[in-house]
């Protein structure tokens, strides 16, 4: 049962003021955001706590000073028979509440730590004096970076990752996956009094040399013959998947799109977007028997592609 005016540090005929100030001192220099290492700090954080608590309350602190409540704020004599020098009529049954006080730290906390992301002592019945205690601080959260290759994350392919103490796991991507995106292991951090931290892995999609993203649609420029393209075709396309043939209408022109479904990523509200495939004809610079058609060829002549442009 300690004595709260001892575990402040004041006299028992202390002002309201200097046991605020002893108060304020000691909340300082024990703050568990301060003592993340140091569990003894948070157990003596709780305990200047709830000797501030009680002594701050007029009613708790005359109780005690006349032997009816202990530093714990329990009764000296819960069932009415002799203990502490004025504690209860002999014989005399008395009643217990069990309450939370609903006492506002604000003003001294908003001073120590400048207000938000403070932690402030919480409630809780530490006996039936209703006694505040600080919640065990949790370890510290840690950060990964995670490269992903742009077909796994388009495919949302599990990835293996190392964590800080050996252990390996097989993370799970999540729709809509891009760079950037954050995903959060529960437990996994560093170890605290209060609970393990969170591990924070941050996603990095590393770009690719011929796809790229479009929302969630893949683009790829596939370059096509001059032959395929005039007499049609079936040609062999990557995808994130893997290849798959693709027919090219007979009459294709470069810009042609065509598409395939269900080759994109997949988003977040669990459809996938498809695959855009752009064909590029692919006229060989230096072939002399088509120089010799197309200038024999007379079917041009009376076709121009530009009209549309005005000129």
Do not use: C
Not at 29 to 36: C, F, V
Not at 37 to 57: C, G, H, I, M, W
């Amino acid at each position: 049962m300690a004595d709260p005016y001892a575990t402040l540090g004041v006299a028992r005929g202390a002002s309201e003021a200097e046991i605020k100030k002893a108060y304020r001192g000691l909340a300082k220099e024990l703050h568990p955001d301060r003592n993340k290492d140091n569990p003894k700090a948070a157990e003596r954080f709780s305990q200047v706590t709830a000797a501030y608590d009680l002594l701050t309350d007029k009613d708790k602190r005359a109780r005690f000073d006349r032997g009816e409540i202990d530093g714990d704020g329990n009764p000296t004599s819960p069932f009415g028979f002799g203990g502490h020098p004025g504690g209860g009529r002999p014989g005399g049954s008395q009643h217990f509440e069990f309450s939370e006080e609903g006492l506002d730290l604000g003003d001294i906390f908003d001073g120590l730590f400048g207000g938000g992301g403070r932690q402030r002592p919480s409630g809780g019945f530490g006996g039936f004096g209703g006694q505040r205690r600080a919640p065990p601080q949790k370890g510290g959260n840690v950060s990964y970076r995670l490269a992903v290759a742009f077909e796994d994350a388009a495919a949302l392919k599990p990835q293996r990752i190392t964590l800080q103490d050996g252990a390996t796991i097989d993370l799970k991507l999540p729709g809509g996956v891009e760079t950037g995106t954050q995903m959060r292991l529960g437990g996994k951090g560093q170890p605290g009094p209060g609970g393990a931290g969170d591990a924070i892995v941050t996603v990095e999609v590393r770009p690719h040399r011929f796809f790229t993203r479009d929302g969630d649609n893949v683009r790829v420029d596939l370059p096509v013959t001059l032959s395929e393209a005039l007499l049609g075709a079936k040609v062999k396309v990557p995808t994130v998947d893997g290849p798959v043939m693709l027919g090219i209408p007979a009459g294709s022109n470069s810009g042609k799109v065509l598409r395939l479904k269900g080759k994109g990523f997949h988003g977040k509200s669990g459809t996938r977007g498809d695959q855009l495939v752009t064909l590029i004809v692919d006229i060989p610079a230096d072939d002399a028997a088509l120089k010799a058609f197309v200038g024999e060829w007379e079917g041009d002549a009376a076709r121009n592609p530009r009209a549309a442009l005005g000129v």
